[in-house]
């Protein structure tokens, strides 16, 4: 709906170095979304094959248009006695019993898939959204993967329809770019259950924020998606006169003529004298039975058991982790002076269970109504813990892997005695076995031509370059080589000027040699460089007025400040160090790009955002709308405050 940033990369980085252990992270991935599953089915087992848990008269009428439809006797376009609540459920249980009859099972397993997918989901979301590990994202979405009983047999429940909204959150959210699809789940999801209005208002707040929603490509996204949910809905009303609104036999015309909006409108109850007793409410009764807060009989939340569930005084420890993921969040947005793009998907997970919390207070008459209203809190509780992981230290006590026992910069190295009074060191020797020792850490790592080795990588220690060899003369515009130089784009910041990555170089009239570094030997004769993640530098005379630039309308978010300047991370590890130079803006060529999925939507994006594009014409190849498109790939360049040149690419 909003187009608001490029994205956590979607490579698949085989190896990346956490908190100085190596991590393989496909076999990681693989690993925890297995676990993943099984939890999700154990939990699940019990509601689905047991028919005495949580199953009533409501779902069995679910099951009863499920047999209609494996039959061919009726078309229930809604639930029976009712033309508002889509009846997903029981199309998608119509082909398990038209395969294996009817029973709970049958009836209840297209829910456990969904939960699955919904879990599946939240992990992938949260790795290439929000940069966590596929560990730590599985940590985050512990809520949802594994509630308590009374929470899972609601995410079980048929006829609650409380299990689909959840999807069509995640899928609003993946289709945010893509205004028409967005526009689709948006109005499915409002003819399923009211509540799926949730999630384009929450685009709507991450947008606003972001000031993609400010710009006329963002309204015009916004139009055009509620323009497709209401078409939906409107086709809804249409092929719903054809439905059996009551069973065999039936029409429209034996049903209340009421819709989902009139439905809605209804049950709205504001009462602005209940909405303290409300919050009370809230939290004591509908978020200590969702996430176990308080000791509490099966019985009540429709299990027939003679079990609990909860624990006593969990609330105490639920309670101070918030409190301490908030500060620690509002510290970071404080500090970066706003919220970043990389935490927009937690921010928005937030918002999501946030405005249903806030909605059953204040328009349902201080909080009257069932758990089901406010599941999305699990998604609060998902989002914070995300968002908690990405500022907070997960090293315990060091940000970045050994960042502050690498040595500065060069241009830091040189301006640090005058500052301090000491004396940079002289014997060779000692510098060459500080490098070799740096580099140490890095021999393991295997970056091949396909993949973004994902290692932090340090910018503090500047290889020697062979001088690069100039075939056209300096020019102006960026050139664009042949296709036989493979592209290395991998949704993060990749070097291309003056140091290289194996991949399409763009560069202002030079050649530069495929062999720009000097082999460098470890006292065993491994060559250590190869294996390294490289990482430019960004000079800027002015740091401030860069950080402005880089922060508010490029939406980076800083990792760390030394020595007088800024590191920023991206997508797989990779960063970049923006540091003062008397040099900065003085190279014609473009210092890095940005290899993205969809070059159109973010060139778009940055323009909302007073992004200038550079417009060149270069014999046969020539921008159009900003955009170049030559050599395998389509490009388009912007220059920095500082006059950097930079781009995004897509390879194509």
């Given at each position: 709906m909003i187009s608001t940033a490029a994205t956590a990369s979607r490579d698949d980085s085989r190896v990346l170095r956490h908190c100085d252990v190596q991590v393989d992270v496909k076999t990681e991935r693989a690993v925890v979304l297995a676990i993943v599953a099984l939890v999700i089915l154990f939990r699940s087992a019990i509601v689905a094959f047991w028919p005495q848990a949580q199953f009533d008269s409501d779902q069995a009428v679910i099951g009863l248009m499920a047999k209609h439809l494996s039959e061919g006797?009726?078309?229930?376009?809604?639930?029976?006695?009712?033309?508002?609540?889509?009846?997903v459920e029981a199309w998608t249980a119509a082909p398990m019993v038209k395969l294996a009859g009817v029973s709970v099972a049958t009836l209840k397993l297209p829910?456990?898939?969904?939960?699955l997918a919904i879990g599946f989901l939240l992990v992938r979301l949260l790795e290439r959204e929000a940069g966590l590990r596929p560990a730590l994202a599985a940590f985050a979405a512990v809520f949802f993967i594994l509630p308590p009983p009374g929470t899972a047999g609601e995410l079980l429940n048929v006829a609650g329809v409380n299990l689909e909204p959840f999807l069509y959150v995640l899928l609003v959210w993946m289709t945010r770019h893509r205004p028409a699809w967005c526009g689709f789940v948006v109005g499915l999801g409002f003819l399923q259950r009211e509540l799926t209005i949730y999630a384009p208002l929450a685009l709507l707040?991450?947008?606003a924020v972001d000031g993609?929603?400010?710009s006329r490509d963002g309204w015009r996204r916004v139009v055009s998606a509620g323009r497709v949910a209401i078409e939906v809905w409107l086709v809804a009303a249409v092929v719903k006169t054809f439905s059996s609104a009551a069973g065999p036999g039936t029409t429209i015309a034996d049903v209340p003529a009421a819709n989902n909006v009139t439905n809605l409108l209804a049950r709205l109850c504001f009462d602005p004298g209940a909405a303290v007793g409300g919050v009370g409410s809230l939290i004591t009764v509908h978020w200590a039975q969702l996430f176990g807060l308080r000791v509490q009989p099966l019985l009540e939340v429709a299990i027939d058991s003679r079990a609990d569930q909860g624990v006593a005084g969990s609330w105490m420890a639920l309670a101070a982790a918030v409190a301490i993921a908030l500060v620690r969040i509002a510290a970071s947005i404080v500090a970066n002076r706003g919220i970043g793009r990389a935490h927009y998907f937690p921010a928005y997970l937030v918002l999501v269970g946030l405005i249903s919390s806030a909605a059953l207070v204040v328009a349902r008459c201080g909080a009257v109504g069932n758990t089901g209203y406010v599941l999305f809190t699990i998604f609060s509780a998902v989002?914070?813990?995300a968002w908690y992981l990405q500022v907070g230290d997960r090293c315990g006590g060091r940000p970045l892997p050994a960042l502050g026992r690498l040595p500065p910069p060069p241009a830091v190295r040189l301006q640090a005695p005058a500052r301090q009074g000491a004396r940079e060191p002289r014997h060779p020797l000692r510098q060459h076995r500080l490098l070799e020792r740096v580099l140490h850490r890095f021999s393991h790592q295997r970056a091949d031509h396909h993949e973004v080795d994902r290692l932090r990588s340090h910018p503090r220690i500047r290889p020697h370059r062979r001088r690069a060899q100039s075939r056209s003369g300096a020019g102006a515009a960026p050139a664009v080589h042949g296709p036989g130089r493979r592209a290395n784009l991998a949704g993060h910041l990749s070097v291309s000027a003056p140091a290289v990555t194996s991949g399409v170089a763009w560069q202002a009239g030079h050649h530069v040699s495929r062999k720009p570094f000097r082999r460098v030997h470890s006292r065993g004769g491994t060559e250590m460089l190869k294996d390294a993640a490289i990482v430019p530098y960004i000079p800027v005379s002015n740091v401030a007025r860069a950080r402005e630039f880089y922060e508010k309308k490029i939406g980076l978010v800083p990792r760390e400040e030394y020595a007088g300047g800024v590191i920023y991370?991206?997508?797989?590890?990779?960063w970049a160090f923006l540091y003062p130079s008397a040099g900065a803006g003085t190279s014609k060529a473009s210092q890095a790009f940005w290899a993205v999925k969809d070059v159109e939507a973010e060139v778009a994006a940055l323009k909302s955002r007073g992004v200038v594009f550079e417009e060149y014409e270069m014999g046969e190849y020539k921008t159009v709308n900003s955009i170049m498109t030559g050599g395998?790939?389509?490009t388009a360049w912007f220059k920095d405050t500082e006059g950097n040149i930079l781009a995004v690419s897509q390879r194509v």
């Amino acid at each position: 709906m909003i187009s608001t940033a490029a994205t956590a990369s979607r490579d698949d980085s085989r190896v990346l170095r956490h908190c100085d252990v190596q991590v393989d992270v496909k076999t990681e991935r693989a690993v925890v979304l297995a676990i993943v599953a099984l939890v999700i089915l154990f939990r699940s087992a019990i509601v689905a094959f047991w028919p005495q848990a949580q199953f009533d008269s409501d779902q069995a009428v679910i099951g009863l248009m499920a047999k209609h439809l494996s039959e061919g006797r009726a078309f229930p376009m809604f639930l029976y006695g009712s033309n508002y609540i889509l009846a997903v459920e029981a199309w998608t249980a119509a082909p398990m019993v038209k395969l294996a009859g009817v029973s709970v099972a049958t009836l209840k397993l297209p829910l456990v898939v969904i939960n699955l997918a919904i879990g599946f989901l939240l992990v992938r979301l949260l790795e290439r959204e929000a940069g966590l590990r596929p560990a730590l994202a599985a940590f985050a979405a512990v809520f949802f993967i594994l509630p308590p009983p009374g929470t899972a047999g609601e995410l079980l429940n048929v006829a609650g329809v409380n299990l689909e909204p959840f999807l069509y959150v995640l899928l609003v959210w993946m289709t945010r770019h893509r205004p028409a699809w967005c526009g689709f789940v948006v109005g499915l999801g409002f003819l399923q259950r009211e509540l799926t209005i949730y999630a384009p208002l929450a685009l709507l707040a991450i947008g606003a924020v972001d000031g993609a929603l400010w710009s006329r490509d963002g309204w015009r996204r916004v139009v055009s998606a509620g323009r497709v949910a209401i078409e939906v809905w409107l086709v809804a009303a249409v092929v719903k006169t054809f439905s059996s609104a009551a069973g065999p036999g039936t029409t429209i015309a034996d049903v209340p003529a009421a819709n989902n909006v009139t439905n809605l409108l209804a049950r709205l109850c504001f009462d602005p004298g209940a909405a303290v007793g409300g919050v009370g409410s809230l939290i004591t009764v509908h978020w200590a039975q969702l996430f176990g807060l308080r000791v509490q009989p099966l019985l009540e939340v429709a299990i027939d058991s003679r079990a609990d569930q909860g624990v006593a005084g969990s609330w105490m420890a639920l309670a101070a982790a918030v409190a301490i993921a908030l500060v620690r969040i509002a510290a970071s947005i404080v500090a970066n002076r706003g919220i970043g793009r990389a935490h927009y998907f937690p921010a928005y997970l937030v918002l999501v269970g946030l405005i249903s919390s806030a909605a059953l207070v204040v328009a349902r008459c201080g909080a009257v109504g069932n758990t089901g209203y406010v599941l999305f809190t699990i998604f609060s509780a998902v989002g914070l813990s995300a968002w908690y992981l990405q500022v907070g230290d997960r090293c315990g006590g060091r940000p970045l892997p050994a960042l502050g026992r690498l040595p500065p910069p060069p241009a830091v190295r040189l301006q640090a005695p005058a500052r301090q009074g000491a004396r940079e060191p002289r014997h060779p020797l000692r510098q060459h076995r500080l490098l070799e020792r740096v580099l140490h850490r890095f021999s393991h790592q295997r970056a091949d031509h396909h993949e973004v080795d994902r290692l932090r990588s340090h910018p503090r220690i500047r290889p020697h370059r062979r001088r690069a060899q100039s075939r056209s003369g300096a020019g102006a515009a960026p050139a664009v080589h042949g296709p036989g130089r493979r592209a290395n784009l991998a949704g993060h910041l990749s070097v291309s000027a003056p140091a290289v990555t194996s991949g399409v170089a763009w560069q202002a009239g030079h050649h530069v040699s495929r062999k720009p570094f000097r082999r460098v030997h470890s006292r065993g004769g491994t060559e250590m460089l190869k294996d390294a993640a490289i990482v430019p530098y960004i000079p800027v005379s002015n740091v401030a007025r860069a950080r402005e630039f880089y922060e508010k309308k490029i939406g980076l978010v800083p990792r760390e400040e030394y020595a007088g300047g800024v590191i920023y991370e991206f997508g797989n590890g990779s960063w970049a160090f923006l540091y003062p130079s008397a040099g900065a803006g003085t190279s014609k060529a473009s210092q890095a790009f940005w290899a993205v999925k969809d070059v159109e939507a973010e060139v778009a994006a940055l323009k909302s955002r007073g992004v200038v594009f550079e417009e060149y014409e270069m014999g046969e190849y020539k921008t159009v709308n900003s955009i170049m498109t030559g050599g395998g790939a389509k490009t388009a360049w912007f220059k920095d405050t500082e006059g950097n040149i930079l781009a995004v690419s897509q390879r194509v």
